[in-house]
């Protein structure tokens, strides 16, 4: 195409992605490289909680496929840590399909505004003042702990349309000097720093639960690769998972990004089932042989450093039954109880015997995870 015949021809040639053909330097081609969905996965930057000495641990939840329980287990969590005396946050970042709100909520009523409203409206620097969360009904078992909630979407005015929908397509649109992952890291801060002015003990969060996008989308991207300290990759044992994740490792390997990722990672196995057909214990070998395969990109070769016998001391490749390596997976057991389980009008569900058998595993290994460097000086109330 000719400059000449383009809308804004110096819109594209002259921008900063507009690089001249090495091949032709006499600058009558360029090339334009313009990525729009899935740029800040080969975009990787220290948490937060490192970078500006925050006490915020910030712990990310994605699926690759949506239906594999990360809503619902990203509830059972937070009341476990809540029981364990800690401040939780839980920031419901699955924009286009909220749901942990009401789970989280236990009856409080929710925020006039979410995550959504926060997003638009400090584009246009006019988010001071807004409700955007608010502390969970849920009364811990024991201890101090408090469960504080932002949810994606606000309850809005009553007698108001909430137009949800426009709020969202909104989300996305381009502000000068601020990009979306910025806009994104500034919106999860702000629901933090809200904790702390209206809670009790005026402190930001302990411990922050991310209930990511699934997909490969720019909120999951900037959540996992930006935002947090660690990050829970749910999947089941099929084709789909490992193409999915295969495909997502593949562009941190060569993106260069791996080594600074790779150790914040850790699978969950969900809906793991255990019947004569199918032993759990036979489910998750496959599980965890499947999962070494595909982590294998993220891993060191294991070979002897230059001019020697000896394996590199610095390299990381985690060997096939390591339970603490990030392929080594967490389980949460299928219980059918669950199934179709209408939580948000079901009181003290995550008290009930399935519930509990089902987290068994995840939530004392997810805990420890999550707590075993506390990012807070106080702790645990």
């Known amino acids: 195409m000719l400059a000449s015949e383009l809308f804004s021809a110096s819109s594209l040639l002259d921008s900063d992605r507009a690089i001249t053909d090495p091949d032709r330097p006499d600058g009558r081609v360029r090339v334009l490289d313009n990525t729009v969905v899935g740029e800040d996965w080969a975009h990787v930057s220290t948490p937060a909680s490192e970078a500006d000495g925050s006490r915020t641990h910030r712990t990310a939840l994605y699926g690759f496929k949506g239906g594999v ?3 619902t287990a990203t509830a059972v ?14 920031i419901d970042l699955d924009l286009e399909s909220p749901g942990v709100g009401p789970l989280v909520a236990e009856g409080a009523e929710l925020p006039l505004h979410g995550v959504v409203d926060q997003l638009v409206e400090s584009a246009v620097d006019n988010a001071e003042g807004l409700d955007y969360v608010v502390r969970s009904g849920y009364a811990p078992r024991r201890g101090r702990g408090e469960l504080w909630l ?29 990009n979306f992952a910025d806009r994104l890291e500034n919106a999860v801060r702000a629901c933090e720093d809200a904790v702390a002015l209206h809670g009790d003990s005026g402190r930001r969060p302990d411990v922050v639960l991310l209930d990511s996008r699934a997909g490969i989308h720019d909120i999951a991207a900037v959540t ?69 395969e595909c982590f294998a990109l993220l891993y060191d070769d294991d070979v002897p450093a230059p001019g020697t016998n000896v394996l590199d001391p610095n390299s990381f490749s985690p060997f096939l039954e390591d339970d603490a390596a990030p392929h080594h997976p967490i389980p949460i057991l299928f219980e059918p109880g669950l199934v179709g389980l209408d939580a948000v009008s079901t009181p003290g569900w995550q008290g009930r015997a399935f519930v509990e058998a089902a987290y068994r595993d995840f939530l004392p290994t997810a805990t420890l995870l999550i707590t075993a460097n506390p990012q807070s000086s106080e702790g645990p109330q």
């Open 77 to 90: 969590l937070a009341r476990h840590l809540t029981d364990q005396g800690y401040i939780v946050l839980v």
């Open 150 to 178: 932002a949810p994606a979407r606000g309850r809005g005015r009553q007698g108001a349309p909430y137009a949800y929908v426009d709020k969202l397509n909104r989300v996305y649109t381009d502000v000068p000097g601020a």
């Open 224 to 292: 996992i690769s930006r935002l947090c300290d660690l990050a829970f990759l749910f999947g089941t044992d099929n084709a789909q998972t490992w193409e999915g994740y295969g495909d997502l490792f593949a562009a941190w390997l060569s993106s260069g990004q791996a080594p600074a990722i790779r150790e914040k990672l850790r699978m969950v196995a969900s809906m793991v089932p255990d019947s004569p057909l199918r032993p759990k214990d036979t489910y998750l070998q496959s599980f965890r042989e499947h999962s070494w």
């Open 69 to 71: 329980g990360r809503s």
